[in-house]
């Protein structure tokens, strides 16, 4: 019921290592320039309590990745206001592609992986948060996602 993107789209393997860089499974820094956060989209399954996820990364502006790091392990952070974002994970099982889709990432309390709020558009990613999806469709992107290697990709 869940599927995880490991770094950002715009990672790439040779940042590994440099001192102006980090991946990390929660944040993600880039050239000291881009800064990311890992969220979970969630989406009800139809007709059950089940919920399915996308562990996606959002892009964050400076100011509100400082924020959030630095409220990450202080009790109460599931009372901030939710950071802008963009959406900075390609996941194959959607067309248009979900890269730069708006977000607002909503903190949770300290353990627990962000959630991710896609803006309210006719995306099919968007829909599916809305209204949910049924156990068949859930079936359906776990086979694509298996045979694509969507849950690994960036």
Known sequence: MNHTAEAPAVWDPSFAGAD????????????????????????????????????????????SFSRAADMWNSPGRECEKPYFGWLTTDLPVYSPTTLGLKTHLHTRPVGERPCV??????????????????????????????????????
Request: glycine content about 6%; aromatic content about 8%.
């Open 20 to 63: 102006d860089c980090l991946l990390s499974s929660d944040q993600c820094v880039i050239r000291a320039e881009h800064y990311f956060v890992k969220g979970l989209i969630e989406i009800p399954v139809i007709g059950s309590d089940e919920v399915f996820s996308w562990g996606v990364w959002v892009s964050l502006s400076r100011e």
């Open 117 to 154: 709020e896609l803006e309210p558009t006719d995306h099919p990613l968007a829909v599916e948060q809305r209204m949910g999806i049924t156990l068949d469709r859930v079936q359906r992107i776990a086979s694509a996602a298996f045979h694509s290697g969507a849950s690994e990709r960036r």
